[in-house]
């Protein structure tokens, strides 16, 4: 890898993670619910747009898919934060919540991963 594909990967992370915080605050912002719904639509859109990235990587090249995949998506999405939350459920006795977090965010990112990868090898 180039020192300039690294450093794009690099900055499309930052992109990603900055993203992240203003959705997952666009959603949360006034608003009290029962499970992490911005942690929730963050991990979900993310499955699904690294998934159409990852249909189409064909037709992008290795520089465009890790810039978009591994530095952006990768910066957007949040595996280490969904684990946190839904420990703290567990933790607080909301183990119904916690299972459905747990495994209602894998089961859905994994759909969304899905039907991103089918809609980009459409291309």
Same mark, same amino acid.
């Given at each position: 890898?180039?020192?300039?594909?690294?450093?794009?990967?690099?900055?499309?992370? &930052?992109?990603?993670?900055?993203? %992240?915080?203003?959705?997952?605050?666009?959603?949360? =912002?006034? %608003?009290?619910? =029962?499970?992490?719904?911005?942690?929730?639509?963050?991990?979900?859109? &993310? /499955?699904?747009?690294?998934?159409?990235?990852?249909?189409?990587? /064909?037709?992008?090249?290795?520089?465009?898919?890790?810039?978009? &995949?591994?530095?952006?998506?990768?910066?957007?999405?949040?595996? /280490?934060?969904? /684990?946190?939350?839904?420990? =703290?459920?567990? %933790?607080?006795? %909301?183990?119904?919540?916690?299972?459905?977090? &747990?495994?209602?965010?894998?089961?859905?990112?994994?759909?969304?991963?899905?039907?991103?990868?089918?809609?980009?090898?459409?291309?």
């Amino acid at each position: 890898m180039s020192v300039l594909a690294f450093l794009a990967v690099a900055v499309a992370g &930052g992109v990603g993670a900055a993203t %992240r915080f203003f959705v997952d605050g666009a959603i949360n =912002r006034g %608003r009290e619910f =029962r499970l992490p719904v911005g942690t929730l639509a963050i991990n979900i859109t &993310g /499955s699904f747009l690294l998934g159409v990235v990852t249909g189409v990587a /064909s037709h992008l090249g290795a520089t465009p898919v890790a810039v978009l &995949g591994t530095g952006l998506m990768g910066g957007y999405t949040t595996f /280490s934060t969904a /684990s946190l939350e839904t420990v =703290r459920l567990a %933790r607080t006795g %909301r183990t119904t919540a916690a299972a459905m977090n &747990g495994l209602g965010m894998l089961v859905l990112s994994v759909a969304a991963a899905a039907g991103g990868v089918a809609l980009g090898n459409l291309t």
